[in-house]
């Protein structure tokens, strides 16, 4: 996984955090769902990467 996809899946992991947070603020659960969701898509990302990663080694 090359820094530059590290980077991005981190912003937007924050970014999906920074959403929720905002969503329990404001007691807008579809803001919150949209943070959440947007956490869970950067980890299959990563995930993914990873996974590619391990089949280029060998």
Known sequence: MGADDKMQNAGEKLGGKAKEAAGKLTDDKGLEAEGKGDQVK????GAGEKVKDAFKKD
């Open 42 to 45: 950067s980890d299959l990302k």
